[in-house]
């Protein structure tokens, strides 16, 4: 289960208290990746189960919430597709550093976000000047704990920010370097870089710091 949302001051306005409630139902089904019970988010949410089914029929109405075949609750469609559509002002907002990385590193540089437990290559930034660089199209996913972008955000969930490496993980050959974006609500984010030759961590490592901590700059 995950930890107890605070509760709302009950002073509020009825109808601001029944978003309120309605937004922390929400947060407490996407932080519990194996569903909740309408009893357990009662408890959670300080409420009568009464007041949850009201919620869910409504949230379910927008599509943000479904109950699966035991009657737990999970995210619906309708988050996925409101995610979708902020992604593009993501990858605007992150081009800028990522394309000044692969330019100065020479290699090719992504942005990958968590989606459950896979990660996607949501922005990918070729460098010009190199005759020979990995080819990585965005939207490629791959299992978080394969790979340094994704070892890279399961890192930041820890709360370690430093530099992750990997050889021959995702693609035989390539070499990565990678590090979590962190300070941004809600985004659980990786910056790194990708070649066809070991990279020099000791020089690359700070250059993709330094580029995650501009995309979690523009993203705040």
């Known amino acids: 289960m995950a930890s107890p949302i605070p509760r709302p001051d009950t002073a509020r306005p009825e109808t601001a208290q029944t978003l309120d409630r309605g937004l922390r139902l929400l947060h407490l089904v996407a932080e519990t990746s194996g569903g909740v019970t309408v009893t357990e988010a009662a408890q959670n949410l300080g409420v009568g189960r009464a007041v949850i089914y009201r919620l869910v029929g409504t949230l379910a109405e927008h599509g943000l919430v479904r109950r699966d075949k035991a009657g737990r609750l999970r995210l ?4 996925l597709q409101l995610a979708r559509r902020a992604q593009p002002l993501v990858a ?11 330019e100065d590193v020479g290699a090719t540089a992504h942005l990958t976000v968590a989606e459950g437990d896979e ?5 990918v930034v070729e460098p010009t000047w190199t ?10 996913r791959h299992p978080l704990e394969r790979g340094a972008a994704g070892r890279a955000i399961m890192a930041g969930r820890r709360g370690d920010a430093g530099v ?3 050889e021959g993980e995702l693609q035989p050959g390539a070499h990565g370097v990678a ?3 962190v300070g941004v609500d809600g ?11 070991p990279l020099d961590v000791g020089a690359v490592g ?13 993203l705040s």
């Open 206 to 218: 700070p250059q993709v710091t330094s580029a995650a901590a501009a995309v979690a700059r523009a």
């Open 187 to 197: 985004l659980e984010a990786s910056v790194g870089v990708v070649a066809l030759s």
């Open 131 to 140: 005759q020979f660089h990995v080819a990585y199209r965005a939207g490629s």
């Open 92 to 102: 605007d907002a992150a081009l800028p550093p990522l394309r000044r990385l692969a």
């Open 164 to 166: 992750v490496v990997s």
């Open 179 to 181: 590090v979590p974006v």
């Open 119 to 123: 990660g996607v290559a949501l922005l």
């Open 76 to 79: 619906g469609a309708g988050v």
